[in-house]
């Protein structure tokens, strides 16, 4: 069976940290694309940041998070994670956690991506 199970959500203050985590089983996360989305209230799905499949470390990121958000991924445990630093009010969201392939790349449509999480509320007071 296929699933991505996501942890680490949270409330927070603004200008805290906060790291994402989301554990593939089924599959391996070298040969899928990997990534984050969110959706705030009222809003459509945005892409946050994404791995293409392959071994690659060359990541996509959403411009508003540039330089604050990271990607990264262990593919012995079939992991990806997203560290977010200096979190702001704007980056409230439900966050999902993103899979597609095999062999596959970082589609900008949500429409896109085969696999998702369950979701986690990332809340950010100010």
């Known amino acids: 069976e296929m699933q991505l199970v996501q942890s680490g959500g949270g409330l927070v203050q603004a200008g805290e940290s906060l790291t994402l985590s989301c554990a593939a089983s089924g599959f391996s996360f070298v040969e899928f694309a990997i990534g984050w989305f969110r959706q705030a209230p009222g809003k459509e799905r945005e892409r946050v940041s994404c791995?293409?499949?392959?071994?690659?470390?060359?990541?996509n990121y959403l411009n508003s998070v540039k330089g604050r958000f990271t990607i990264s991924r262990d593919n012995a445990n079939n992991t990806v994670y997203l560290q977010m630093n200096s979190l702001k009010p704007e980056d409230t969201a439900v966050y999902y956690c993103?899979?597609?392939?095999?062999?596959?790349?970082?589609?900008?449509?949500?429409?896109?991506?085969?696999?998702w999480g369950q979701g986690t509320q990332v809340t950010v007071s100010s």
């Open positions: 791995f293409n499949s392959g071994d690659g470390d060359n990541a």
């Open positions: 993103v899979a597609d392939g095999p062999w596959s790349t970082c589609h900008y449509s949500d429409r896109l991506w085969e696999y």
